[in-house]
T-cell receptor, first 116, second 114 residues
């Protein structure tokens, strides 16, 4: 069983829809991440939150809007997506700080997103 | 910048065969190294890790040794099972870049036949 929970597991949306992906962890981690994974490729980093503040945005288009309402929750708001945005979206969490870089990231099972 | 290079797949083996998946890295400083496994339709699960030179990570019969002199972290298992069929990712976290995220290799698909 994963300790990082993502909902929904599957999402199909049109290009004009607005939807949100949700991620929750109760491990006390203060760093949370969004990754995008295309088929047969490694995960690509999108955003990093550290202590509920956005610390890294990997030049992601504005149609993806992250939000970290508290230390346990991470959302990804989607609007006006393109077909090429269809992918598996993975959330992860870990302890932040230089002293914890040897600690692994814990991943959720992801949301499989299809854009029609 | 940091990078991880894995052997191309797919790797196809018979059950009980010996497995090696090669991984080499480029990073500043002394990174922490990880192997993650992704089963079909699932997210990534941590398989093992090593945080300093000559450390050996092990889990579920898999092993990998952090070799600083060859900048390698090869994954091995003595006897694979059909249930080991998955995609394996080598990854690193470097303390010198300030990044908190992982740098992944391209992944290696393992197919184990009965």
């Amino acid at each position: 069983d994963t300790e990082v929970t993502q909902t929904p597991k599957h999402l199909v949306m049109g290009m004009t829809n607005k939807k949100s992906l949700k991620c929750e962890q109760h491990m006390g981690h203060r760093a949370m991440y969004w990754y995008k994974q295309k088929a047969k490729k490694p995960p690509e980093l999108m955003f990093v939150y550290s202590y509920e503040k956005l610390s890294i945005n990997e030049s992601v288009p504005s149609r993806f809007s992250p939000e970290c309402p508290n230390s346990s929750l991470l959302n990804l708001h989607l609007h006006a997506l393109q077909p090429e945005d269809s992918a598996l979206y993975l959330c992860a969490s870990s302890q932040p700080g230089q002293g914890t870089l040897n600690q692994p990231q814990h991943f959720g099972d992801g949301t499989r997103l299809s854009i029609l | 910048g940091d990078s991880v290079t894995q052997m191309e797949g797919p790797v196809t083996l018979s059950e009980e065969a010996f497995l090696t998946i090669n991984c080499t890295y480029t990073a500043t400083g002394y990174p922490s190294l990880f192997w993650y496994v992704q089963y079909p339709g699932e997210g990534l699960q941590l398989l093992l890790k090593a945080t300093k030179a000559d450390d050996k990570g092990s889990n579920k019969g898999f092993e990998a040794t952090y070799r600083k002199e060859t900048t390698s972290f090869h994954l091995e298992k003595g006897s694979v099972q059909v249930s080991d069929s998955a995609v394996y990712f080598c990854a690193l976290r470097s303390p010198d870049t300030g990044r908190r995220a992982l740098t992944f290799g391209s992944g290696t698909r393992l197919q184990v036949q009965p």
